[in-house]
């Protein structure tokens, strides 16, 4: 087990189980799909089509969630980005700049920037997962186990829904991290608003 | 290590059992069959109820009592010409509809029509010699999957009205937008409160916790209820909320430049919506299929209910659209953001509190005192800051709302 793994108290599946054929073919198109629509995002000369695209990612990670059978992430993915965050982006492009067709100044010269820290976080990320995970496989019995630390003495763990499973960690382990989260965002909120409005 | 588990596949179907296959199948033709059917049923009865309501007669040529001039009108679609306008965005035109029709679709799929809830049972039937649910699928997040299609659904109004390439359409897709992201969260909130009683997301679950007459409509107090139905009007487009294609202002709203059998989609998923969004106002707050037994078969009681209630509210929308006028924009967002999101929020803590100190055996009567001086100091800040907005605006000398 390696360090973020142990300090998170985080009990990995096992490594001796079967692999899930059709789970990993699904996973391998979805993924393609999903990086085809992410490169269309950033190539697509007009603005709605890029969100659009960008609607077919945040999709594709939804069915990622749902094929990792954790249906209420997936289910949250979709009503908040697809549903919340990218509606909001679409009313703002349209109450703004909505051209049909072709925009040519939509890319930037300084589009190099991007791509390096694109790549730089991709490492990041690949690193944390592949350094945390190893080679381990999902266990057969997709019911998400509560961590270790978090079951008392002689408390049997609730296992019998995801959704009180993320519920019972979110609410208990990391209680802090969501207030402080709701904190941050109130703040950008209340940050976007006194900057938008000068009066 | 057998090949069929490295494959994780069965390429020869030997082990499939073909009675849950039939199951599955059939499950999802009779939902897509029976939300067809109660489609052309419900144009038509909105078209006959309106008619009575208004001393008009309404269609009565086609059929007995006019019962076939929905399909006359559909087929009527299918042979019209289908017309892309010149500057539309032709891929983004052409899959709009779906986007508007499919969320319409998929959202009856968790929706409990029938079943024996009495006597500890919950709705299971037993056929082919399984047992199985009548709903297509009782996912543990049933709840939330009806609200994330309400978020997709969104798309194909914003998407049409956009890709037209026409003012008309593009205004009314814009208030679309506004309006349904507004009502959301007031419509979410109250399904929060639901499932604050029932502590479960299933559908199916919502309705076994409500057996026989421990309805939510009760449990939560009514305001919930009454919120949700109003969002679920405004979410609906449809009267006292039409402001999307409000005729007088922008000819036809989103839907303009749409013709054949495009507009066929926009309109099937309108009243589709109504039919599923009454479905989930059973489901969610009068119990659903759950009844009394009063003779023969119990799977029977369950549609009974099911439909006797789902028609119940099937003509109180079609009774507002005949009623009431429709709301002004400034109205419509005064009343989502100022009137029912704080109500929402406030009623969904009070059930909150008594639900803890039910746990906790505080005083309930004590609990109501607290949270009631809590929310009204918090709704006189909400007041005071909006009354010291108006003030400022005012004093600029901008128009006063």
Known sequence: MTLLAAANGISLPGTDDPINVSQTVGFALLAALMIWAAIRVVTTRNVVHAAVWLVVVLAGAAAQFILLAAEFVGVTQVMVYIGAVIVLILFGVMLTQAKLGNDPNLSRRNWYGGAVVAVVLFGLLAFATIDTFEDAKLPEDRRMALPAAEVGDGEVPRTESNTGAVSDAVFGAYLLPLEVLGVLLTAALVGAIAVARKD | ?401
């Open chain 2, 1 to 401: 290590m057998t090949p069929a588990q490295v494959l994780a596949l069965d390429p020869l179907l030997i082990d499939v059992d073909w009675g849950v296959v039939g199951i599955v199948v059939l499950k999802v033709v009779v939902a897509f069959t029976l939300l067809l059917v109660s489609v052309l049923f419900m144009v038509w009865f909105e078209r006959k109820a309106v008619s009575d309501l208004q001393n008009r007669i309404g269609p009565n040529r086609a059929g007995p009592f006019g019962l076939f001039q929905t399909i006359a009108d559909g087929l009527k679609f299918f042979m019209k010409e289908d017309s892309i306008p010149d500057r539309a965005d032709r891929r983004v035109f052409v899959l709009a509809p779906y986007l508007a029709a499919v969320p319409a679709f998929l959202v009856f799929a968790v929706v409990p029509i029938g079943g024996d809830f009495s006597d500890g049972n919950r709705g299971v039937i037993r056929i082919f010699g399984h047992d199985t649910l009548m709903q297509v699928a009782d996912p543990p997040v049933g709840i939330l999957f009806v609200l994330a299609m309400s978020g997709i659904a969104v798309y194909g109004i914003m998407l049409a009205g956009w890709s037209s390439g026409s003012k008309y359409p593009l205004l009314g897709s814009v208030r679309a937008s506004a309006q349904m992201v507004s009502y959301e969260a007031a419509l979410g909130l109250s399904v929060a409160a639901v499932v604050l009683f029932s502590e479960t997301l299933s559908t199916n679950g919502i309705v076994a916790a409500q057996v026989p007459w421990g309805w939510n409509l009760w449990a939560t107090g009514l305001v919930p209820f009454v919120i949700f139905l109003i969002a679920a009007t405004a979410e609906l487009n449809r009267p006292p909320f039409d402001l999307v294609e409000a005729e007088q202002e922008l000819v036809g709203g989103f839907n303009t430049e749409y013709a054949s059998f495009r507009f066929a989609l926009f309109f099937l998923a309108e009243f589709m919506n109504v039919v599923t969004m009454s479905a989930i106002i059973v489901t969610l707050f009068l119990g659903g299929p759950a009844g009394p037994v009063l003779v023969g078969p119990g799977w029977m009681w369950g549609t009974i209910w099911f439909t006797v209630k789902l028609l119940g509210f099937l003509f109180l929308f079609v009774w507002f659209r005949a009623t009431l006028p429709r709301f002004r924009y400034d109205q419509l967002m005064v009343l989502g953001w100022k009137v029912l999101i704080p109500l929402a929020l406030g009623w969904f803590l009070l059930l909150a509190g008594l639900k803890v100190a039910d746990g906790a055996d505080w005083n309930p009567i004590a609990v109501v005192a607290v949270a009631a001086v809590g929310l009204l100091a918090g709704y006189g800040l909400l007041a005071s800051a909006l009354w010291a907005a108006r003030r400022n605006r005012e004093l600029e000398g901008e128009v006063s709302i």
